[in-house]
């Protein structure tokens, strides 16, 4: 050839190197060969797996979003985007880390705790960036069919974002007030009436019989 | 008498095959200009998320959910160290593409910082950023470190393992991704795969994808892509065909370029791989000053002398 031996060619004059260099090449060929036969056996035996690089193999026929409503503690709710605390999105698309998280999709001890710190650290964002003080977050995934255009909501969980005491606070606040409205709704005769502020027997005292003296 | 020579067995003519595939010499030019364009593309891989290097590496929350991360209790980097080994690879990536000498060295430096942060990274892209890190560990056993011994010298040579494994790896990939797509997945052969990628506000809805086809222009358009990909893994192989397989892969990634949401990382690394599949007598024609061999003495003017 009349060219100097390149480095590898010098590892090449060396049995070890030659040793290394066919392991390297039978290594890659029965790694090839086993991703391809773990693809082709039949589900039911174990060790079965998908081919790899199949990232386009199932594009889904609905598109997903998750949608997060802050609860404020007087009973409001606000929609509080997501990806205006996190930046970071693949490509050309709007898709954060929290898109594909597989957290977000079960429903296990684990995936609530993670979802749990998410919403956690979400709420925390939403309050210092904007102002949000929620006491609870809602989250949801809503799902629109790419033909049909139908919308689906799924709830995801609902996380308290505040300390105990302060929802236990707003909790019972909003239970008082809840029951009062219930009661006044269902109840024949109003708790709080105009006649009761008034002087003088309201329809709570006691009737008296025609004509009793 | 002639004296009759016994055809040699199957195992080995395997085993000549086998060694003039992996083992023969060939000019080191495709590797060394592969070093330098991955090394440009990790470097444009990796600039953008050191920007999100917190949201990244360091979030406290949704990350990893592979069971050796668990296992090693979630290791949470803080950001100083997230930052001190972007600062060792990129450094790295810069020199690999200026340097000429220590290539290897670095290469190897590098190597650790990317194995962490591609580890760390809770966003890690599927596809192209497993694909570049198996082609940076293939990397290591090819014959990159330099053109020539001296300025003005021939270009080199050197065994082509690591570059037959490297170009075996591109083509294995479009091979796997025709079989994933008819065994795993279920809706290629009737176009509804292209249909939803591209009707999909999310990953598709985007430039060309914005046209409304109709079932059949899909179903075309879907048994074409796989037809495609399965011409590329096999048809980069038979120089007669090697061109168009090359044309094809640029047509395919364009037309995803301009029709999916796709990152543009991914498709400038599968046509970029393509480096590896130039010859180096084409690298010579085209760039005849860096890349073609000096003239051979003149016998005449030795004689003379």
């Known amino acids: 050839m009349g060219s100097a031996p390149a480095p590898l060619t010098r590892l090449w004059q060396h049995r070890a190197g030659r040793v290394l260099a066919h392991l390297f090449v039978l290594g890659w060929i029965l ?4 991703l391809l036969v773990r693809g082709v056996l039949p589900d ?36 509080i985007d997501p990806g205006r605390y996190f930046h970071y999105a693949r490509g050309f698309t709007d898709l954060r880390f929290y898109d594909h998280h597989v957290a ?29 003080d929620a006491v609870a977050l809602r989250l949801e995934w809503e799902r629109v069919h790419l033909l049909s255009h139908k919308k689906q909501r799924k709830r995801v969980h609902d996380v308290i974002v505040v300390d105990k005491r ?3 606070r707003i909790r019972n606040l909003a239970e008082r007030q809840e029951r009062r409205r219930t009661f006044e709704h269902k109840s024949p005769i109003p708790l709080r009436t105009p006649a009761l502020s008034k002087p003088g027997p309201g329809p709570l005292a006691p009737q008296r019989a025609p004509g009793a003296r | 008498m002639s004296e009759q020579v016994a055809a040699p067995s199957l195992w080995a003519r395997a085993r000549t095959r086998y060694r003039t595939f992996f083992f023969d010499d060939e000019p080191v030019t495709a590797a060394v200009v592969f070093r330098h364009f991955f090394a440009l593309w990790t470097l444009a891989y990796f600039l953008p998320r050191l920007r999100h290097a917190w949201e990244l590496y360091c979030r406290p929350v949704l990350r990893s959910t592979a069971k050796v991360w ?38 190897v430096a590098i190597l650790a910082p990317m194995l962490v942060l591609f580890a760390l990274d809770t966003m890690m892209p599927r596809a192209y950023g497993a694909l570049a890190l198996t082609q940076w560990l293939l990397l290591l056993a090819a014959p990159y470190d330099r053109l020539r011994d001296h300025p003005g010298g021939p270009v080199l040579r050197a065994p082509r393992f690591g570059l037959r494994i490297m170009r075996l790896q591109f083509s294995s990939v479009y091979f796997f991704t025709v079989l994933s797509k008819l065994v795993d997945g279920n809706n290629w052969l009737n176009g509804r795969a292209l249909e939803f990628a591209f009707k999909n506000p999310r990953y598709g809805d985007f430039l060309l994808s914005q046209i409304d086809l109709p079932r059949w222009g899909y179903q075309v358009m879907g048994i074409g892509t796989l037809a495609c990909e399965l011409f ?6 038979a120089k007669p065909t090697r061109r168009w397989a090359m044309l094809v892969v640029v047509g395919m990634h364009t037309m995803m370029m301009l029709t999916l949401r796709v990152s543009p990382l991914f498709h400038s690394l599968m046509i970029g791989q393509l480096l590896l599949f ?4 084409t690298y010579a024609r085209w760039f005849p000053r860096w890349f073609s061999d000096p003239p051979p003495p003149d016998p005449s003017a030795t004689l003379s002398s």
Do not use: C
Not at chain 1, 104 to 114: H, M, Q, S
């Open chain 1, 31 to 34: 790694v090839t060969l086993g």
């Open chain 1, 44 to 79: 039911r035996v174990p060790g079965h797996g998908s081919f790899p690089w199949g990232m386009f193999k199932d594009p889904n026929h609905k598109t997903k979003r998750l949608v997060v409503t802050g609860i404020l503690d007087d009973g409001r709710e606000v929609e």
């Open chain 1, 104 to 132: 977000l999709r079960k429903d296990r001890g684990w995936a609530k705790r993670e979802v749990r710190r998410f919403a956690l650290l979400l709420a925390e964002a939403a309050k210092e960036q904007d102002g949000i």
């Open chain 1, 166 to 168: 302060r929802y236990r």
């Open chain 2, 70 to 107: 668990q296992w090693l209790g979630e290791p949470l980097p803080p950001l100083w160290l997230v930052y001190g080994l972007f600062a060792v690879l990129l450094t790295g990536l810069l020199l690999l593409v200026v340097v000429r000498r220590y290539a290897r060295l670095i290469h």
């Open chain 2, 232 to 237: 590329v893994a096999f048809g980069i192989w």
């Open chain 2, 278 to 281: 130039v010859p180096a007598s």
